[in-house]
């Protein structure tokens, strides 16, 4: 099994009213859950852990990862409110305002020795869990008591109006990103964590402390990786019309971590071991995903039967 660990709320995404006014439509979202939801909806085996409110937007999230065929058996479920996401698109980038406190991913506590970690076969984290102290701290647990036996995966997904304090939110995000085995992030995350620091350059000093895979997104300009082994590897964007953005990150992340996982990639010593040709194709499927999601509202990542591929 694959899980996700992390944050999982309502989006409230942008849309038009009958009248032509702006309105919002509430729609299921969060970073990790969105990748759980991308990973089970490809046919991996997924579950989802962290916590989901007992409330009626807690509900919808259930029954939107029920029917992605996400396994919650480990998901923590409280009568702490649900987090909510104002959505606004502004120069094709989404910017969100958050309603957190409080929430129930904000209240999930990790309970040791609870996940059998020996059948996990990757572990993703990232995003607002961890720009919270208590969040990043039991995120933190989850990965120590995973790492002997799973890959961890990280994308720090970051959303800086959440971030009271940036220093010390940059060396939390440096300090995930130097344990995980595959990281991953948006050339706007890098620019907000990395300043004009050279992809590359950022990208061979995770390398050099043990990371195996890097992958930066570009939007409609594509995406980079850099591999000890397969060296850099670049693949174009799919050409889709757009309707929103929201999500597409995440479903890259998760046909990534898919394609890995079919193609026999995704364990510590086997991503270390990947080609050139098969990280491409892996990340070329992670890009038509992606594109995909691009195409319709709000986080909706493809399910297996969208894409034209046979693993």
């Not at 958050?98 to 040791?112: E, K, M």
């Not at 930066?216 to 050409?239: F, K, M, N, Y």
Request: one cysteine or more; glycine letters at 10%; hydrophobic letters at 45%.
């Amino acid at each position: 099994m694959l899980i996700a660990c992390g944050d999982a709320l309502i989006d409230f995404v942008p849309t038009r009213s009958v009248e032509g006014r702006e309105a919002v439509m509430p729609a299921v979202g969060g970073s990790c859950l969105n990748v759980a939801i991308g990973l089970a909806r490809l046919g991996a085996p997924t579950g989802f852990v962290g916590g989901i409110s007992t409330d009626v937007f807690g509900q919808m999230i259930a029954d939107h990862a029920a029917a992605s065929n996400v396994d919650l058996r480990r998901a923590t479920r409280s009568n702490h409110q649900t987090t909510l996401a104002f959505v606004r698109m502004v120069a094709g980038e989404a910017q969100y305002a958050f309603y957190d406190a409080g929430s129930a991913t904000r209240s999930w506590v990790y309970q040791l020795g609870v996940i059998p970690f020996a059948n996990i076969e990757a572990v993703h984290v990232g995003s607002t869990t961890l720009v919270d102290d208590q969040g990043a701290a039991e995120t933190k647990a989850l990965i120590a008591d995973a790492r002997a036996s799973s890959t961890i995966c990280f994308d720090p997904n970051c959303r800086p109006n959440l971030v009271k304090d940036k220093p010390a939110y940059l060396a939390r995000m440096a300090e995930f990103a130097e344990g995980a085995d595959l990281v991953k992030m948006s050339d706007v995350d890098f620019a907000y964590l990395f300043g004009a620091e050279p992809y590359g350059q950022r990208a061979s000093a995770l390398l050099g402390q043990g990371t195996s895979l890097v992958v930066i997104t570009r939007g409609s300009d594509g995406a980079l990786a850099w591999h000890a082994r397969a060296g850099q590897v670049e693949v174009p964007a799919p050409t889709v019309v757009v309707g929103d953005t929201v999500g597409a990150g995440d479903s890259f992340q998760a046909a990534l971590v898919f394609a890995l996982h079919k193609q026999g990639r995704l364990a510590r010593q086997q991503l270390k071991d990947i080609g050139a040709d098969e990280l491409r194709r892996a990340l070329t499927f992670a890009v038509e995903c992606a594109g995909i999601t691009c195409t319709r509202p709000g986080a909706d990542p493809p399910w297996s039967h969208e894409v034209s591929w046979n693993w």
